[in-house]
Each structure stands twice: as structure tokens, then as C-alpha cells.
């Protein structure tokens, strides 16, 4: 750049001077911004400067108004260092105005060879690649040639000497970074012949991770997490993830969120080395998880990783991955999973197509999960009392169903015991008097029949019972509407012809009051026709054994008194007329008599 116009010539105090007031520009820019959408605003480098082969360097610098914990105030100065080929040049600082930047009074001078820092070793670096690359390509290893490219590079990070600061200066140290650009007039590395750089600090990236941390513990101390985040238990923090040509820093720590335990002032320490526990440890979980910084699973873009692992095995260099919903099976001091389960999760950051951040963000399992495991806690707890309850409803069941079963056994022997007293023994006693009839055993006296008699009503409505009294004469169903009896068949009956007839009659005249009864009732009125014949009958069992058996009887004279029942009125048919209507006895009974009342 500077040889790129007619005239220019470093040599000259006034040129470098010119330079100087140009970069103060820049810089006044950044530090007075205001307009949020212009990209001057988007970040303040502490200082902006050109450094050239021949140990020259000019340019501007700002110093915050709060620098190391003083409280100095804001204050631009101009930069300016003569060449001296080869050897030191001595850095003079001036302070500038801070309306115009015009130089002021001397303020300090130290010692300095520009092309032995960072930023100018970078493009150096870049530029013997370069020349490597172009050697090969060429098929010529010992062509010092180099054509490649220029490229704009962030410098290796390194320990930052503040340019305001003397020789033997008490502040500084801090980490930062360089923007370099090369210096060529051809256009390509092959005449480099000095370096453009603006300086930043890395501590806002602390500071920006410590908003990060306290704003997470902010959300975990509220519903439904209620979980407490300290320094000691929890840590965010930014590692050199991807600098291909800087790779011994790898790894490095640039940020944490707890800066001051977690970083070494004035020392460069890599994330695995750090004072801080939790981000040692978890450093080392994430090389032994994954292998290597720059694994292919953590560089990828938009590829975010997160994994639980054991602080204790990770603080002795052993990888052990544990779940905060499984509970350890392992020893007593394995299971307190909520201090030594841990989660850490990463997400890359490109700088640039050479540089990648990684940003780690580790914390107890249970800040996330301990919700969770309550619930599932409180669930399975509540399942298991439902559980039991069911048992416990289930025993009752069975112990009810038992005893009612008991129960219902014991009333079922009851109501057995009281069918076979009420209700078998009578059945006995009914089917002793069915076989007694079917073997034509017609005695007079029975426990039924005296019962009768004494006006003692059965459990059980025994018609065979009521037959007893008629066993001087035994009744037959015959036909379907009707029935018929059979008079004087055992033992002699005197004048069982008129007494039969005085019965028919009696049973008319009681017709009479049943009907007025019936009416009363809205019932029908009744009717009945009764034939009567006096003769001789065949009487007995009649059927076979293995059919149909019944008692009955048989002959002329039962078709006739059947027969007789059609007619209406009174009808009388006797063979002996000393027999009147009204009943009145002769001297000698009849022997034959047909007489049917309608």
C-alpha cells in the first residue's frame, strides 16, 4: 500500500505521521458510533496500525476508559517507530486529540521489532505456504517463487501488551487476536513487503459467556426447573476449535463465563489444563468422547452435539457416560447422580474459513432432568400406591367373597335341611300312601288323616290326603269334564242308591248361594249336571306295569250315569218303585237306580 503510490517513502516522519492521523480516523469512527445498523458499530478494535519490513510502524490506538480495573480516562494516541533494519526500533507513543487527532504531547516510548509479533509472523507464514504451494505446483522445489493469493488471516491468539504502556508495564496480558491483512504492490505474496493490523481483546467474550451463565441460572431458578447453577457446578466457555495454521492452539481456552478461576492471567492455557474443575473435566469428556477438537462430529455446521458423562471418572482421565433417568447400579458413592451426572453441549462458531471457535456449555444433568425425575418419581410412586390399593381391594374382595361364599353354603345346608323337613318328609309320606293305593291298602287310620280330622293344615296341599275320607268309595277322573265316583265298592252301604241321590240334590241346592257369591264378584254364574246308576262295575288296576296304570272302573252302568249327565231336569231310572222322589225309604232298598239331575 504504501509503495503503491509515487512519493511514499516511510523513511519520512511526516508520511508516517499522515498514516498515523489516517488510522485515528478509523478508530474515532468505531468509538464515537451510534447508529446501530452501520457496521462501524458492529465492533471497536483497540488499535489500527502499519508495520513495515524495515522495523517501521505507524498508526493510532484507543485506550477504554475502564482498562485493568482503572478508571483512566478515555484517551487516543498516535503511533510512530523509525526504520531500523534488522534491529529494535524504539516506539514512541503520543496522546492525540480527541476532537481531531491532531498529535500532542510525548506520553511513553519502549523497545519494539514489529515483524517478530503475531500478526506480522502470520502473514509471513501465510506467504512462505504460499510459495511452498507454488514450488509444487510448478514441479520446481527450489523456485523461492511464490503467486499465491493475498489473504486477509486472524493472527494466533497471544498476550496482549497494551501500545500506551511502557516497557515494564504493571496492566496488560489479557488474550487477544489480530486482523492482518498483507502489504504487496504486485498483488500476491511474492513482494510482501509489510502487514495492516487491528488489535482486539478477547475479554468481552468472557463477559458475553458470564451474561450467558447468569441469564441461564436466572431461567433454572424459576418453574419448573428450580434448580440452583453456581461457579462450581456449571461453566460456559469458548475453545480454539479449528486453526489449521496454528494447530498446537487447538483446544486453547479463549472465554469462560467464570473467567477468574477458569483463565491464568497472563498465560495462554488450553480448556483441558484450565484452574476450573468443571472445565477440565468437561474438556477432557469431550476429547475422550469424541477424539480430537477438530472431529469431523463437532465441526460440522449446524451440527450441535450434547452427551451426559461422569465428572468424577472425567477429573482421572476416564470417559464413563451415565443417564440422570437410569439410576446407577454401580457402588454407593456412584449414585448420587445429580452432583456427578453432567451434560455438555457444543456448538461451533466460524470466524472465518481458517478459524472456528467451539463453544461448551456444562452443567449438572439434574438441572434439566431433575423435573422430569421427580415426576417420574412422584408417578411411579403413585402407581405403586394404586397398585397396592388394588391388592388391598383385591384381598377384601376375596376375603367378602369367601365369606359370602361360606354363607351361601351354610344357607343352602340350612334351606336343605328345611326342604327335607317341610318338604321330602311329606313327599315320603305321600309316596308311602301312592303304594299303599296302588296295592289296594285302604286303611282307615293315618298321621295324615287324623291331622285332618283335628283341623291341621299341611305344609303341602296333599290331594291324596283328601281322598282318604272317600276310600269307601273311590273317585275316577273320567273324560275331560267331569269326573266320576264310585259308591259302595268296598263295604255295604245301606241305601247308597238314595243317599247318592241326596247328594246330587244337595249339591244343586248349594249352587245357589256360590252363584249369588259370584256375582257379586263379577264372575260367572256355575252349572252342573250329575248321572247317577246303581250296577255292576269292573273295578281295579287297570294297565300294565311297564305303561300307563291307573285305578278305575269299568261296564254299562258307568257309560249310562255318563251318558245320563246330557239330559236336563231330573231323570230317574230304577228298577224298584217302592223308591219315591223326595227320598222316602221302603222296606227294601233298591238294588237298581239310574237318577240324573241337570
Known amino acids: 500500500m504504501s509503495r503503491s503510490r509515487d512519493g511514499w517513502d516511510f523513511t519520512s516522519a511526516l508520511q508516517r505521521r499522515g498514516l498515523a492521523h489516517r488510522a485515528w480516523e478509523e478508530l474515532n469512527n468505531q468509538w464515537t458510533c451510534t447508529q446501530l445498523n452501520n457496521n462501524l458499530c458492529s465492533g471497536r478494535a483497540l488499535s489500527l496500525y502499519a508495520a513495515l519490513d524495515e522495523e517501521e510502524l505507524m498508526g493510532a490506538a484507543f485506550r477504554p476508559s475502564y482498562w485493568e480495573g482503572t478508571l483512566a480516562k478515555e484517551a487516543p494516541f498516535l503511533l510512530d517507530a523509525p526504520a531500523r533494519r534488522g534491529n529494535s526500533t524504539v516506539l514512541s507513543v503520543y496522546e492525540a486529540n480527541a476532537q481531531h487527532g491532531a498529535r500532542g504531547k510525548f506520553f511513553v516510548s519502549r523497545p519494539i521489532r514489529p515483524t517478530q509479533m503475531p500478526f506480522y509472523l502470520t502473514q509471513m507464514k501465510l506467504a512462505h505456504k504460499s510459495m511452498l504451494a507454488s514450488a509444487t505446483s510448478l514441479g520446481r522445489p527450489d523456485d523461492r517463487r511464490c503467486n499465491g493469493k493475498l489473504k486477509k488471516m486472524w493472527s494466533p491468539v497471544y498476550l496482549f501488551h497494551p501500545w500506551w504502556e511502557g516497557e515494564n508495564a504493571k496492566t496488560g496480558g489479557q488474550l487477544a487476536l489480530s486482523w492482518t491483512t498483507p502489504l504487496a504492490i504486485c498483488g500476491n505474496y511474492s513482494c510482501v513487503d509489510g502487514v495492516v493490523a487491528a488489535d482486539t481483546t478477547l475479554n468481552l467474550v468472557s463477559y458475553e459467556l458470564a451474561l450467558a451463565w447468569f441469564g441461564l441460572r436466572s431461567n433454572l431458578r424459576g418453574a419448573p426447573w428450580n434448580f440452583e447453577l453456581s461457579s462450581q457446578n456449571s461453566s460456559i466457555f469458548i475453545v480454539k476449535q479449528l486453526a489449521p495454521m496454528f494447530p498446537d492452539q487447538e483446544g486453547l481456552l479463549i472465554g469462560a463465563s467464570d473467567f477468574s478461576s477458569a483463565l491464568v492471567e497472563g498465560q495462554l492455557v488450553h480448556a483441558s489444563e484450565s484452574p476450573s474443575k468443571i472445565v477440565s473435566a468437561t474438556a477432557k469428556a469431550v476429547l475422550h468422547r469424541f477424539g480430537a477438537w477438530n472431529a469431523t462430529e463437532l465441526t460440522r455446521r449446524g451440527k450441535d452435539q450434547s452427551f451426559h458423562f461422569s465428572l468424577r471418572d472425567a477429573q482421572e482421565g476416564r470417559w464413563t457416560e451415565c443417564h440422570p433417568l437410569v439410576d446407577t447400579k454401580g457402588k454407593p458413592e456412584d449414585r448420587d447422580w445429580e452432583v456427578n451426572c453432567f451434560q455438555a453441549t457444543t456448538h461451533t462458531i466460524f470466524l472465518d474459513d481458517s478459524l472456528q471457535w467451539l463453544v461448551v456449555a456444562s452443567l449438572p444433568a439434574a438441572a434439566f432432568s431433575k423435573f422430569y425425575v421427580d415426576e417420574a418419581i412422584a408417578v411411579e410412586m403413585q402407581v405403586k400406591t394404586e397398585q397396592m390399593e388394588a391388592h388391598q381391594k383385591q384381598r377384601d374382595t376375596l376375603i367378602e367373597c369367601g365369606f359370602l361364599g361360606i354363607l351361601a353354603a351354610a344357607m343352602v345346608l340350612v334351606m336343605g335341611l328345611v326342604t327335607s323337613i317341610l318338604v321330602l318328609r311329606p313327599l315320603s309320606r305321600l309316596s308311602l300312601l301312592m303304594r299303599r293305593l296302588t296295592q289296594l ?33 273311590i273317585t275316577v277322573l273320567k273324560r275331560s269334564h267331569g269326573f266320576c265316583r ?18 246330587a240334590l244337595s249339591q244343586q241346592q248349594a249352587l245357589g248361594p256360590l252363584n249369588e257369591e259370584f256375582q257379586k264378584l263379577g264372575l260367572p254364574p256355575l252349572a252342573i249336571r250329575i248321572g247317577i246308576h246303581t250296577g255292576e262295575v269292573l273295578t281295579g288296576n287297570i294297565g300294565c306295569l311297564s305303561g300307563k296304570m291307573k285305578f278305575g272302573c269299568m261296564g254299562d252302568p258307568v257309560n249310562l250315569a255318563a251318558t245320563s249327565a246330557g239330559h236336563k231336569g231330573l231323570v230317574c231310572l230304577n228298577h224298584w218303585r217302592g223308591l219315591s222322589f223326595e227320598g222316602t225309604q221302603t222296606s227294601k232298598p233298591p238294588h237298581s237306580l239310574s237318577c240324573v239331575t241337570v
Do not use: T
Open 441 to 473: 291298602d285302604f286303611a282307615h287310620d293315618s298321621v295324615e288323616y287324623r291331622k285332618m280330622q283335628d283341623g291341621q293344615a299341611g305344609r303341602i296341599l296333599e290331594i291324596n290326603e283328601l281322598w282318604r275320607p272317600w276310600l269307601r268309595g
Open 486 to 503: 264310585l259308591s259302595h265298592s268296598i263295604e255295604d252301604v245301606e241305601d247308597h242308591a238314595a243317599k247318592a241321590c241326596a247328594a
